[in-house]
């Protein structure tokens, strides 16, 4: 396992295309994404490959703001990012129809901690908390689609 590399899935209960609805829509993560405080975006792009913003975020008494560029953007397929800031990395959502009635979603992050938060060490450390905090939040997505 790298150190700060995160993949979680699950399974909707909903079609694909009510999924992404969700999912496209970058300005309304901090609805469901519970470390996430705020989204400010750079321009007024909110969709696609060029979209920056800053993401604030707090995992319990750590706050970083993050400058993110969504670098992928495959519509009803998947959305990168990159991190810059306190935290650097990319993550990357997709999405898999097996059915007509099933998404699954899938969330694969690799951050990298500077060396006030620990270097490597740190996010080995923090791998775990992320996994939990990132799972709850795709069971948010998930309760927001299916609701």
Same mark, same amino acid.
């Given at each position: 396992?790298?150190p700060?590399h995160?993949?979680i899935s699950? !399974? @909707?209960? #909903?079609?694909? &295309?009510?999924?992404?609805d969700?999912?496209?829509r970058?300005?309304?993560h901090?609805d469901?994404m519970?470390?996430a405080?705020?989204?400010e975006f750079h321009?007024?792009?909110?969709?696609?490959i060029?979209?920056?913003?800053t993401c604030r975020t707090k995992?319990?008494?750590?706050?970083t703001?993050d400058?993110? !560029? @969504?670098d #992928?953007?495959? &519509?009803?397929?998947?959305?990168?990012v990159t991190?810059?800031?306190a935290v650097?990395?990319?993550g990357?959502?997709t999405?898999?129809?097996p059915?007509?009635?099933t998404?699954?979603?899938?969330?694969d992050?690799?951050?990298t901690?500077p060396w006030y938060?620990?270097?490597?060490?740190?996010a080995?450390?923090?791998?775990?908390?992320f996994?939990?905090?990132?799972s709850?939040?795709?069971?948010?997505?998930?309760?927001?689609?299916?609701?």
């Amino acid at each position: 396992m790298t150190p700060g590399h995160v993949t979680i899935s699950i !399974t @909707i209960a #909903a079609p694909l &295309d009510a999924v992404w609805d969700e999912l496209e829509r970058i300005e309304d993560h901090v609805d469901w994404m519970a470390d996430a405080e705020s989204i400010e975006f750079h321009t007024d792009q909110r969709r696609g490959i060029g979209t920056t913003f800053t993401c604030r975020t707090k995992i319990g008494p750590l706050r970083t703001s993050d400058v993110m !560029t @969504i670098d #992928a953007w495959d &519509d009803h397929r998947a959305i990168g990012v990159t991190h810059a800031g306190a935290v650097t990395g990319t993550g990357r959502f997709t999405l898999d129809a097996p059915s007509t009635t099933t998404t699954v979603v899938t969330w694969d992050e690799q951050l990298t901690f500077p060396w006030y938060f620990g270097g490597a060490l740190g996010a080995f450390a923090a791998s775990p908390v992320f996994r939990w905090i990132w799972s709850r939040n795709l069971i948010r997505l998930r309760d927001r689609v299916t609701s």
